[in-house]
C-alpha cells in the first residue's frame, strides 16, 4: 500500500475515532505475543531466521529485515541514538527492504547486536512507536473502512496486518478483507468470515517461502474464533488460549 494511502487511512482513525481502549489494546498484544514468541510478554529482544522467505524476525511485532520494517526501527533509533549496536547493519538493511531481500549472509553478528539493543529502554519505546506507526493505526483505519465496531474485531485485524502485512500482494490483510466484504452489521458473522479467509490463506499462501511456516499458525485464527464463540467481544479478561502449540492465559 502507498504511503500516502496510509495516512489518510490514520486520519481517518483519528476523525471517526476507532481506537481499542489501552486495557482491550494491551490483552490484543498479548493475543499477539502468544503466537509471535509463546509468551504474553512482549519480546523486544527475540531476533531469528525463521526460514519463512523475510530475513531475520526481530522484536515485539515480527519486524524483517527483508521487509522494510526492522529498517524502519533500526533508522528511527540511530537517528535519536547514532553509537548503537546496530548501526552498522543500517546501509545493508536499506538494501534488503528496498530488494525484498531475506539475504542474511552480510548480517554477521546481528542477532546479538539487536539483543543488546534491546536493553535500551529508548529501542524499546521506538519498537511500540513503529508497532503503532505501521500496524496498530492502519490496523484501526481499515476498521473504519469496513465498519468493524467491537474489541476483537479489530484485535483480528491488528492480529493479522501484523502477520500478513499491508503490502499489494496476495496474502496481505488488504486481500483478504476484499475477499471477506464489508461489515453490513452482523459483526460476529462477518469475524467468522474474515478469520475463515484468514485460516485459508495462512494454509496455502501465494508465497511459497511462507508455506511451511503459516500452516503451523492456524491455530492463530482458531483460537479467535474460539474467543468468539465464548461471546467475548469485548476481550474482557481473563481469557485463556489453548490450542496444539500453545497454551496461555490473559489476565
Known amino acids: 500500500m502507498k504511503f500516502s494511502l496510509i495516512f489518510a487511512l490514520i486520519f481517518v482513525v483519528y476523525r471517526v475515532g476507532a481506537d481499542l481502549p489501552s486495557a482491550a489494546k494491551k490483552r490484543c498484544e498479548e493475543y499477539t505475543s502468544i503466537f509471535e514468541n509463546d509468551t504474553i510478554e512482549l519480546q523486544y529482544a527475540y531476533c531469528e531466521d525463521i526460514d519463512d522467505g523475510r530475513g531475520y524476525t526481530s522484536g515485539r511485532a515480527g519486524f524483517c529485515t527483508g521487509t522494510g520494517d526492522a529498517v524502519v526501527v533500526v533508522r528511527k533509533y540511530t537517528a535519536k541514538k547514532p553509537d548503537n549496536p546496530l548501526a552498522k547493519y543500517l546501509k545493508e538493511m536499506e538494501r534488503l527492504a528496498k530488494e525484498s531481500s531475506d539475504d542474511t549472509s552480510k548480517l554477521v553478528g546481528y542477532v546479538n547486536a539487536w539483543k543488546e539493543a534491546a536493553k535500551d529502554s529508548l529501542f524499546r519505546q521506538i519498537q ?74 495462512l494454509w496455502d499462501p501465494e508465497d511459497p517461502d511462507t508455506r511451511d511456516e503459516w500452516r503451523q499458525s492456524v491455530d492463530r485464527c482458531d483460537a479467535m474464533v474460539t474467543i468468539l464463540n465464548d461471546g467475548n467481544m469485548d476481550l474482557h479478561g481473563p481469557i485463556k488460549v489453548h490450542t496444539p502449540n500453545h497454551d496461555a492465559t490473559i489476565p
Open 128 to 201: 511500540d512507536e513503529v508497532s503503532d506507526e505501521m500496524y496498530y493505526k492502519p490496523a484501526m483505519a481499515y476498521a473504519v473502512k469496513y465498519n468493524v465496531k467491537t474489541h476483537l474485531g479489530q484485535c483480528a485485524l491488528y492480529d493479522c496486518i501484523i502477520q500478513h502485512g499491508d503490502d499489494d500482494d496476495g496474502d496481505s490483510i488488504g486481500a483478504i478483507l476484499k475477499k471477506t466484504g464489508h461489515n453490513s452489521g452482523d459483526e460476529k458473522a462477518w469475524l467468522k468470515k474474515f478469520l475463515k479467509n484468514r485460516r485459508a490463506d
